[in-house]
């Protein structure tokens, strides 16, 4: 048997701060009702999956979207702070434009510029962001060596540490990953892999958008 783990990733199905343009972790923002819908399509696609476990962050739209995934047989959900979106520091939970601008360049920054240092007001920088969440795949990937698991994240996290981990570099950029769409990271024991990114498909308002 193999040792190589998959993990099927996602981001979370569409939620409310998407439709408000609120910027930031925004830890209680639910899904809509087309997330929703979007959170069944996604456990369709995974159906036959031998998954044995899913992760999510604590946002409870992550939640909301894992929670639709325990339609397969005999899963649970475990809840990660770790897996949870960029924070802003004191602009948490702002709709101001300004501040959305500039989340857009910070993440730009990471990603294109390989500049991790640069950071929203008092927030975290791509270093802490990139630190936590490799520790956290790191950490799911020795609990389950050879099996297939579902990750539960955002589209700012997961997208700055999966295109370190995957080599993928700036190429993601422009590309932000749609709602609920799954797509596949394996870790072969030495190093992290992601055979395709998803095509993106959110209106141009909300690309990279936390």
């Given at each position: 048997m193999s040792d190589r783990l998959r993990i099927w990733c996602l981001r979370h199905a569409e939620s409310a701060n998407v439709i408000t343009g609120t910027a930031g972790v925004v830890p209680a923002a639910p899904l809509?009702?087309?997330?929703?819908?979007?959170?069944?399509?996604a456990a369709r696609?995974?159906?036959?999956?031998?998954?044995?476990?899913i992760y999510s962050s604590t946002g409870v739209r992550a939640r909301q979207t894992a929670e639709h995934l325990t339609s397969l047989p005999a899963l649970t959900v475990?809840?990660?702070?770790?897996?949870?979106e960029v924070g802003i520091g004191r602009h948490e939970g702002t709709t101001d434009p300004a501040?959305?601008?500039?989340?857009?360049?910070v993440l730009h920054a990471w990603i294109v510029q390989q500049n991790l240092d640069q950071r929203v007001s008092d927030g975290e920088t791509g270093h802490?962001?990139?630190a936590?969440?490799?520790a956290t795949l790191r950490k799911i990937a020795a609990a389950h060596p050879g099996e297939t698991v579902v990750v539960v994240g955002h589209v700012a996290s997961l997208t700055i540490?999966?295109?370190?981990l995957c080599a993928l570099g700036s190429q993601v950029w422009g590309t932000?990953?749609?709602h609920a769409r799954p797509f596949l990271v394996e870790w072969d024991g030495q190093a992290w892999h992601c055979p395709a990114w998803p095509e993106a498909d959110a209106p141009a308002e909300h690309r990279h958008a936390p």
């Open positions: 809509t009702e087309r997330g929703r819908h979007q959170a069944l399509a696609l995974l159906a036959d999956e031998p998954i044995t476990q475990t809840a990660m702070p770790e897996l949870n501040i959305r601008a500039r989340t857009a360049e802490d962001v990139l936590r969440m490799t540490t999966l295109a370190r932000p990953l749609p």
